[in-house]
């Protein structure tokens, strides 16, 4: 059995075009690496970014009660002062009524 030329031009073509395809193969399996690790490299980065979002709004969240109870104490407080004042206004005004003939009088006396 002999081998011609045209056998080994259609042998040799076969290998050339198998060599090509097996160097494309390895290119894409190249980019097909590099592709999957830039992809990782982003959910990494992505996932970071979610953590720091997620921290960043605990922290509001913690300020935005602190303000409330600041808001809350200092109300109450503002009562407590407003009763004590009128407590004291009252106490004043029987004072002076008693021992004067002085009179507070109110806005809506002054109103009238």
């Known amino acids: 059995m002999m081998i011609t030329a045209e056998v080994l031009s259609f042998l040799s073509t076969i290998i050339g075009i ?9 290119s894409v399996e190249r980019l097909k690496n590099q592709a999957t690790s830039d992809l990782l490299k982003l ?4 996932n970071l970014s979610l953590e720091k979002l997620k921290g960043a709004d605990e922290k509001h969240e913690y300020i935005i009660h602190a303000i409330k109870e600041l808001i809350e104490h200092r109300t109450g ?4 002062e407003l009763k004590d004042l009128r407590k004291d206004l009252n106490d004043t005004q029987r004072f002076l ?3 004067t003939s002085f009179q507070i009088r ?3 006396d002054v109103e009238r």
């Open 18 to 26: 198998l060599s090509v395809i097996w160097i494309a193969a390895r």
């Open 43 to 46: 959910e990494s980065a992505v």
């Open 77 to 80: 407080r503002l009562g407590n």
């Open 97 to 99: 009524n008693k021992t």
């Open 106 to 108: 109110s806005q809506e």
